[in-house]
């Protein structure tokens, strides 16, 4: 009867000690998740930074909408605009100007690879 009783007793412990380490890797679990699930802090924090960045995207989207909107309106009614446009897109020229055209600058042009004469070629 007795080793019945120590029987009970090393049950009654093992229980508390498993009951301790469930709850133990069910937190820890929940904690993980917490940091990385799909709603987690790290999830938080990147569409955080995704948030700042769409901002301030817009706002410079705001500034050239603002931008052209002054410009157009500067097209419709200002003779000056309207004659730099002219004068910019259409080459126009006053009587008696002359206009030197430059060739426009382009970026650095890729190296072509040399060519063989034709008799290398054959």
Do not use: C
């Not at 133990?24 to 998740?33: E, R």
């Not at 603002?66 to 097209?75: G, H, S």
């Amino acid at each position: 009867m007795n080793w019945l009783r120590e029987f009970g007793q090393k049950l009654v412990q093992w229980r508390r000690l498993l009951a301790t380490a469930v709850i133990g890797v069910v937190a820890a679990f929940l904690f993980a998740h917490a940091l990385a699930g799909n709603n987690g802090w790290v999830s938080y924090r990147q569409k955080k930074v995704e948030y700042q960045n769409l901002q301030q995207e817009l706002q410079r989207i705001d500034q050239e909408n603002k931008r052209l909107d002054a410009e157009i309106k500067a097209l419709k009614s200002d003779p000056k605009a309207i004659e730099k446009e002219a004068r910019e897109q259409l080459r126009y020229a006053k009587p008696g100007e002359v206009i030197y055209l430059l060739p426009e600058q382009r970026g650095p042009q890729p190296a072509q690879p040399p060519q063989q004469p034709e008799s290398a070629r054959r």
